[in-house]
């Protein structure tokens, strides 16, 4: 980051007084106004609920610009990371911020693989949930009580203590994320095994059984890999700035990603892969899409088109695109070729697509649109869903918490308000109210 001669001048205008604000420039995208300064010279604060135009953090991890489309992990384009790299080296890439060497991605694929073994008595920690506890309320739990097990790794101002606890976070989520799944299901917890890499290793988790081997298809293998790449990383959202707040106060890794696992859970923000196939089984056939998309437009009705819109990307998510093509290629691999969801999801893209309301607020599908269909394709459930998003967002979380506590201007975030409520007033004894 670095600051030029560019500048804005503000002024009161009804005192006339008038102030300097400094702009910096990143790399890439809009300019920033330096607002550190206000409050003391001003006796304002900004406001921007929502924070739709306002910047949180310098980053250097992923770039979004939402209206080319554009998805950048640490300046790699997400299409060349989705067709060339692999999950581990995506992660890799993210905690490091360059490409690992064979060597170097070797080594960290190990470190993570003698990591995903979970202490047995959260087993125990387990059964206090009942059996058909939602696989994030779960995860929350679970995640949130790592920090009871691994008191050898809370320093957060050691450097190796945060990077152990990062390893044990991605090494451990889709171990957690498999023991909520079996748990729903009554079946017993598959362990991980080493030889398996990290998505074989999460559908074996998943689908394996005592009574038989689980065969893993590599095509499906491959996808859920993709499916890991899109969903890791996505600038400051909801759940990444929820971590950021939580971590910005010294709270553990542990409890920070449980924060983040609770923000993600929201039907606005990765919930949404849940909603949409709940919204493509409530349309049932596409003849109906037409009317869904008018209750999507009617100011009075509160259904949304869950997949769509998004506040960064105003024109395509190219996740999506990704997602779409991954999607048939799981369909052809599964022999599956009448799945009505994807039919009822390409004709309500299609709609919306041409729909004037759609163009003219540009919304357009993101990335949850087309995953639920190739979750369920794959035997996956609903309620796993954003738990499959948590996995993979897991290390795009740990990469901006790390950044976070690393950087020097870094303090507890501590937003301020507009006030609008009683002024002072004394008490009323209930006698007298
Ligand atoms: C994710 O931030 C991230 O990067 C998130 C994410 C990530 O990787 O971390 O990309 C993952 O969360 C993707 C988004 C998943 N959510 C959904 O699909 C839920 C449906 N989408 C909407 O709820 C909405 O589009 C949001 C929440 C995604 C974005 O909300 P914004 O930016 O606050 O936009 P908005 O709600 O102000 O909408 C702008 C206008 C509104 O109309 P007006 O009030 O201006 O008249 O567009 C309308 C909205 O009513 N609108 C929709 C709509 N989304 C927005 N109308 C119908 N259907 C929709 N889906």
Redesign the pocket.
């Known amino acids: 980051m670095s600051s030029n001669e560019r500048s804005f001048t503000l002024t009161d205008n009804s005192s006339g007084e008038s102030w300097e604000l400094p702009v910096m420039h990143g790399t890439l995208g809009p300019d920033v106004i330096d607002v550190r300064k206000l409050y003391a010279q001003t006796g304002c604060f900004t406001y921007d609920p929502?924070f739709?135009s306002t910047g949180s953090c310098e980053s250097k991890i992923t770039f979004?610009d939402g209206d080319n489309g554009v998805l950048l992990y640490r300046g790699y384009p997400i299409e060349q990371l989705a067709e060339k790299s692999d999950f581990m080296e995506v992660c890799y890439l993210l905690l490091y911020g360059e490409l690992p060497t064979a060597d170097q991605k070797a080594k960290f694929e190990h470190d993570i693989t003698y990591h995903t073994m979970i202490h047995e008595q959260m087993n125990t920690f387990l059964r206090g949930f009942r059996r058909d506890a939602h696989p994030m309320a779960v995860m929350c739990g679970m995640v949130g009580a790592l920090s009871a097990f691994y008191h050898d790794s809370t320093d957060i101002a050691d450097p190796k203590h945060r990077m152990v606890s990062s390893y044990r976070m991605i090494a451990k989520m889709p171990t957690i994320a498999a023991l909520a799944y079996k748990y729903n299901l009554g079946q017993p917890y598959v362990y991980p095994k080493n030889k398996l890499r990290y998505a074989e290793n999460f559908l074996h988790m998943m689908f394996s059984n005592p009574c038989e081997e689980y065969e893993i298809d590599p095509v499906l293998a491959r996808a859920m890999d993709v499916i890991l790449i899109l969903?890791a990383d996505?600038?400051q959202?909801?759940?990444?700035s929820t971590v950021r707040l939580s971590g910005s106060s010294g709270a553990n890794p542990f409890a920070c990603i449980s924060a983040g696992i609770a923000s993600?859970w929201g039907?606005?923000?990765?919930g949404?892969n849940e909603?949409?196939l709940n919204m493509l089984e409530e349309i049932g056939d596409k003849s109906n899409v037409g009317t869904f998309v008018e209750k999507?437009?009617d100011?009075d009705d509160s259904f949304?088109?869950?997949?769509?819109?998004?506040?960064?990307?105003k024109n395509f998510?190219p996740?999506s695109r990704v997602m779409r093509t991954q999607c048939h290629k799981v369909l052809d691999a599964l022999g599956v070729h009448d799945e009505p969801l994807l039919e009822i999801a390409l004709e309500l893209e299609k709609i919306a697509l041409e729909d004037e309301?759609?163009i003219e607020?540009k919304?357009y599908p993101?990335?949850?649109?087309y995953s639920g269909i190739i979750f369920k394709a794959m035997g996956i459930p609903t309620t796993m869903f954003t738990a499959l998003f948590a996995v993979a967002?897991t290390v795009g979380w740990i990469a901006q918490w790390n950044e976070m506590i690393e950087d020097p201007s870094q303090k507890i975030g501590r937003p301020r308000q507009l006030f609008t409520g009683a002024e002072q007033r004394d008490y009323v004894d209930v006698g007298q109210r």
Do not use: C, Q, W
């Open positions: 929502g739709t979004i969903h996505h600038e959202n909801a759940s990444t993600l039907p606005a923000h990765g949404a909603a949409v999507a437009k100011k949304r088109l869950m997949g769509f819109g998004h506040r960064v990307y998510d996740r309301y759609f607020k919304l993101n990335v949850d649109f967002r």
